[in-house]
Nanobody, 131 residues
Framework: QLQLVESGGGLVQPGGSLRLSCAASGLASGFALDYYAIGWFRQAPGKEREGVSCISARGSSTNYVDSVKGRFTISTDNTKTVIYLHLNSLKPEDTAVYYC????????????????????WGQGTQVTVSS
């Protein structure tokens, strides 16, 4: 079964940068990470979980929520089975627990920022943006 473990969160000042990583394991089933749609989501206290960015199977397309466009970048490293979210120009409103997630969708050329389709989730990593 696919398992995801996030890392890279922490405390950063406004305008700073972080790189979140999500390590995938459990691919012995024969499924390749390249066959999954992968998403990053975040949840701030008192708010619903929000889709931040996603990348489709084989990396054919990406999607970003409007509030992070131009600041965040999603990428994958299939050799290392790692998903990255590069956070730049961070704002206090970016403070949240960030989760990576995966959906086995090998034939799709798009991805969604809604939480429902994603079946595999990491434990989350805290990002705090504060002076």
């Amino acid at each position: 079964q696919l398992q995801l473990v996030e890392s890279g969160g922490g405390l950063v000042q406004p305008g700073g940068s972080l790189r979140l990583s999500c390590a995938a394991s459990g691919l012995a089933s024969g499924f390749a990470l390249d066959y999954y749609a992968i998403g990053w989501f975040r949840q701030a206290p008192g708010k619903e979980r929000e889709g931040v960015s996603c990348i489709s199977a084989r990396g054919s397309s990406t999607n970003y929520v409007d509030s992070v466009k131009g600041r965040f970048t999603i990428s994958t490293d299939n050799t290392k089975t790692v998903i990255y979210l590069h956070l730049n120009s961070l704002k206090p409103e970016d403070t949240a627990v960030y989760y990576c997630a995966a959906d086995w969708r090998p034939f799709a050329n798009s991805c969604t920022l809604t939480t429902g389709p994603y079946k595999f989730w990491g434990q989350g990593t805290q990002v705090t943006v504060s002076s």
